[in-house]
């Protein structure tokens, strides 16, 4: 076939020619044979994928090359992708080349093949290194394993879509990627980061060994997939989410993170044992599959209101990994509910795409926020992934059901001090995790103090037909990783946690106490929650005065929440003491505070009305809405005096149409 200078421009006849014989060498080039190519050629033109897959990937291509830069020539920003809500350019933009050609190549639009090329030379010239690396962004952060990424992403676009790439560019592309696959054989072990680095790099190492030809490569995947075998719990959970990778707390806790594992670790060891046909690594990828659904909340969100990185968690995902779809997707032929969970994330994903770009949580559109463009190019790979794949029945049909649509009771998870519950129309999560992530890599970052809850926290409360109700953001919002974070706006923001509350010099919650003790009981009617630890700062700190000592209990049926509350005080306490409730509730909707004592709140599935036998009732609810940018949730902070040594009780339920 002859190549064109890309360099010249290709008109579109050329480029839609060069995608129909591209098409072709793309179901010749499977890594999965036993599923045709998702792209169908008739008479020379290609035809639109009508999936939500094809659609939204779309989508977000036209989302970033609304964002590029073009006008301007400096080479420092021409060809970049310019963040609407961080006002920078993130280094990995280049990510973005798959995705780009992925569009390019299906639709025959050369703007799409333009794009590609201005981000890749872009990324060349501000944050490719002599030594084969990238590094994460051109001042903020200096951190060289971020080469995996971009490497794979260089790798799936010659693999997929060579065929639209001139002989010098492809000549190029390709010895860019030896180069950066020789720096990676050096540079990653199994210590490398945390584990999403040496479990992705399984990946790469099987890819570039495909793309490049070379054997070693493939010995190198083999090794860093096997080791990883050892870093799963008995109850399948990926470890290795913090360091040091096995260590272990003080409750027998290993460093998890539920994001990380869903959207980057275990869809690319899905893909390294599909890739080199490896067993043993894709029984244990389905296992491990299978443990993390259970955390997939009915509206398709992942429950990570307790993992260690969740100061990433945007509800749908986490900020800065690729997304679920490949693992879920590419494993369907061995458990049917895997295409389920996909496509319940792709749903959600789409309902929270607003202007072809994706916003960082159920909120932030509505409220205001920006999106960060990086959600957008990094979760496009994970969809062009699915898409080249040709996996075929993507939309689940008949739909099925999943682990958190049926009410089961208590299912608990000692590894992740976490438990989840579901009865009724009630999905709830109470943790007492004790892992501390600690990042060490980024500049600016380290700072002790804000992260998951612990101490007992109902760190999530879902109702069937309301959605979510309450749900823990970090417990002190810290920019631990300074250029993949978004800052606050000027408006009211503050921990979404429930939580008891004092503030004083400090402020001292519920909320930190990893020495906090937490137990369960449950029969088919009732399920109990008691947690009992101190009032600590975000630092674990207890107030100056002496140990402030509370009790939570929790309390679920099939009708109804109920929070009992108590502090005990050895001494006069510095200030008063309060029970802080921040509901979901965007501005939309009314909130009526019928007497003191009971507030309704309107949701489009019906009424949450909530109670408390607190003497003076609910205090003054505030006429804005507070704003957490974790997990993106406008909320109605609902406040309630407490008294030391007695209990407050607050009480939950629905009034549905």
Known sequence: MTKHNISQGLTRRDLLRLSTAGATALGAKLAFPEWVSAAVEQNGTPQTATTLYAQLLQTWCDGLLEHQVTEIQNPALHGALLCPACALIHGRCGDAVYPLLRVAHTT???????????????????????????????????????????????????????????????????????????FLDTFISIETGNINYPVTSSFCFALCG?????????????????????????????????????????????????????????????????????????????????????????????????????????????????????????????????REVAYRNLEFMAACTHNNLLYGGSDYFAHGDLPCI????????????????????????????????????????PEIGTHLAAIGPWRATVTDYDWEYVEHVQSGSGASGGGHVSGGTLSLLFHRQLG?????????????????QQTFGDYPHMSLAPRIELISDKTYTSTTDFAATLTSTSTPAKITFDASGRLLTAAHQPPSTGDLHYHLTYRLNDTAIEIEATADAAVPLPAPLRFILPVISRSTESINQTDPKTIRIAKPG?????????????????????????????CAPLTIAMQPSKPIRIQMESQLP
């Open 606 to 634: 019906g009424t949450l009305i909530v109670r408390t036998d607190a003497p003076h009732g609910f205090e003054l609810i505030p006429n804005e809405r507070t704003f957490n940018l974790v997990p993106g949730f406008e």
């Open 468 to 484: 979510p109700i309450l749900t823990a953001s970090m417990t002190e919002y810290q920019m631990i990783e300074i250029s993949n």
């Open 374 to 413: 990086h959600h957008t190019f990094t979760h496009a790979k994970a969809l062009a992934t699915v898409l080249d794949s040709g996996a075929d029945d993507l939309v689940p049909a008949p739909r099925l059901t999943l682990p958190r649509d049926e009410p089961y009771g208590v299912k608990t998870y």
């Open 108 to 182: 025959g639009n050369a703007k799409y093949l333009n794009a590609a090329l201005l981000v890749h030379e872009w990324s060349e010239r501000q944050v490719s290194r002599a030594d084969g690396s990238w590094i994460n962004d051109v001042t903020l952060s200096s951190w060289k394993g971020i080469t995996v990424f971009h490497a794979i992403s260089l790798a799936e676009a010659l693999r997929h879509h060579s065929a639209l790439l001139d002989t010098a560019t492809h000549q190029r592309w390709t010895n860019r990627l030896a180069r950066a696959a020789k």
């Open 210 to 338: 495909q793309v490049l030809g070379n054997d070693h490569y493939l010995d190198r995947a083999r090794q860093l997939a096997h080791t990883t075998l050892d870093y799963f719990t008995p109850n399948n959970f990926l470890y290795g989410e913090g360091h040091p990778l096995k260590g272990l707390t003080a409750k027998h806790c290993h460093p998890v993170d539920l994001g990380y594992n869903v959207e980057e670790s275990l869809p690319s060891l899905a893909q390294y044992a599909l890739l080199t046909n490896d067993k043993l690594v894709l029984d244990q990828t389905i296992a491990a599959l299978r443990t993390h659904m259970e955390f997939m909340l009915p509206d398709g969100a992942w429950d990570n209101s307790w993992g260690t990185r969740n100061y990433k968690w945007s509800w749908w995902g986490s900020r800065t990994s690729d997304g679920c779809h490949p693992a879920y997707v590419l494993l369907a032929p061995h458990e049917p509910k895997f």
